[in-house]
């Protein structure tokens, strides 16, 4: 029976547990128990006035003191470890004392009143097992350590006859019996209680981390580890209505097709792995909290910049076309000569909250092809931005080009080659 209560119980975490919700529970348990061993004081002017003050100094100036070192015990033990059990067994230990204390003074009366003065044994025993809550095999060792004393002590008392002290050892160890027994099932029941709680709560944390992960795999392309589109969706939803400035980059990689015709397409989802952990980490240089990057489809990126200015959209877009040629990747079937994986980038910049997302990708993607249009490797920015290029000092190094065709204004380009960002 025993062995099966102590059975995958986390035996640590429930020690815990019991010290913290019964910290304060035997405090004052503690407290009335000594108070009422001192109250005894008046019976004994019943039952053993020839000696009271024998009494009063066993139990106010020997005893209570002694059963007050168990607070101290209790705080440096709970602070050493807080499922300690240390300080309960010096408490069952307190309780053999007191035990011994009420059989010191039995056996020292003379008077025929204290032959039932046993009886104080048996409320020990019933406070220990009951009022200040233990671990069982602590309440074990203490209920078998009072009996223990109890009858040891019987030898020494001569009020009682020696008929009387047989149902008196009897009586005193069925109630103990019966106490310990209590004791037994309030623990089985709080253990039960603790495994079911643990449970559950674990099953609560590997829900959460399984949603989390089912969350961050619906927003995670799984080609490059980037964003998804939902992911972006979800990005542009968050944002929506807001009164700060927003800029969209489109990037797509040059020649792509190219490259998957000639290198295979195993070769290209890992160009584009490179490219999107290049990109990605570009953006983190920035401020991670108005950055958002995610794949768009294909070989396209998109890139969510939020509170952003045309000039600070601008600088950004230039670092993510730089930071992919310096990746470095090779492409031997450019039909422009190049050798390396470059990207397109179109700029749109949105100032107004009332504009639609969609309207800022449209213009975004018509700024791309146009770039591409252009001979690629290049950022474009979106048509009518032109009266917005006022920015920080450092973007005076970047020269707007006026490239109408046909009198139609189709957006700004910028001279990459030589802006130095």
């Not at 470059?342 to 092809?369: F, K, P, Q, W």
Request: with cysteine.
């Amino acid at each position: 029976m025993i062995s099966g209560l102590f059975r995958d119980d986390r035996s640590p975490g429930f020690a815990q547990k019991v010290n913290e919700s019964s910290h304060q529970f035997n405090t004052w348990g503690l407290i009335f128990g000594a108070v009422l061993y001192d109250l005894y004081i008046f019976v004994d002017m019943t039952l053993v006035p020839e000696i009271i003050w024998l009494d009063l100094i066993v139990r106010l100036v020997v005893i209570t003191p002694v059963l007050f070192l168990y607070f101290p015990i209790r705080h440096y033990a709970l602070q050493a470890r807080p499922d300690a059990v240390v300080h309960e067994v010096l408490h069952a230990i307190g309780c053999m004392v007191v035990v011994g204390s009420i059989m010191f003074i039995y056996a020292n009366a003379r008077t025929s009143s204290a032959s039932e003065y046993y009886m104080g044994i048996v409320t020990v025993v019933l406070y220990m097992n009951t009022i200040h809550r233990q671990p069982f095999p602590v309440a074990l060792l203490g209920t078998v350590g009072c009996m223990t004393v109890f009858i040891i002590g019987m030898d020494y008392v001569t009020v009682t006859s020696e008929v009387a002290k047989v149902p008196a050892i009897m009586c005193s160890i069925g109630i103990s019996a019966v106490s310990l027994f209590a004791a037994y099932r309030i623990e089985k029941v709080e253990r039960r209680d603790y495994l079911a709680s643990l449970r559950e709560k674990t099953l609560l944390q590997q829900i959460q981390t399984a949603n989390h992960e089912l969350q961050r795999i619906s927003n995670t392309d799984q080609l490059t580890g980037i964003r998804n589109r939902r992911s972006f969706d979800d990005a542009v939803r968050e944002i929506s209505g807001s009164d700060r400035p927003r800029a969209l980059i489109l990037l797509d990689v040059d020649y792509f097709k190219n490259y998957n015709d000639s290198e295979g397409h195993v070769a290209g989802d890992d160009c584009l792995r490179r490219v999107a952990g290049r990109l990605r980490g570009t953006l983190r240089k920035e401020d991670g909290d108005r950055r958002f990057i995610a794949r768009y489809g294909g070989e396209e990126f998109v890139v969510l910049l939020d509170d952003c200015v045309v000039a600070a959209a601008i600088r950004v877009a230039e670092r993510l076309r730089l930071a992919v040629i310096d990746e470095a990747i090779a492409h031997p079937s450019r039909p422009d000569g190049r050798n390396v994986v470059t990207v397109s980038l179109g700029v749109a910049v949105s100032e107004s909250s009332t504009e639609d997302i969609d309207e800022t990708l449209r213009r975004a993607d018509m700024a791309l092809y146009e770039a591409k249009r252009r001979g690629r490797d290049r950022l474009v920015l979106d048509p009518g931005r032109k009266a917005a290029m006022a920015g920080p000092p450092e973007l005076g190094c970047i020269e707007p080009r006026d490239s109408s065709s046909n009198g139609r204004d189709v957006g700004t380009e910028f001279d990459v080659g030589r802006s130095g960002i």
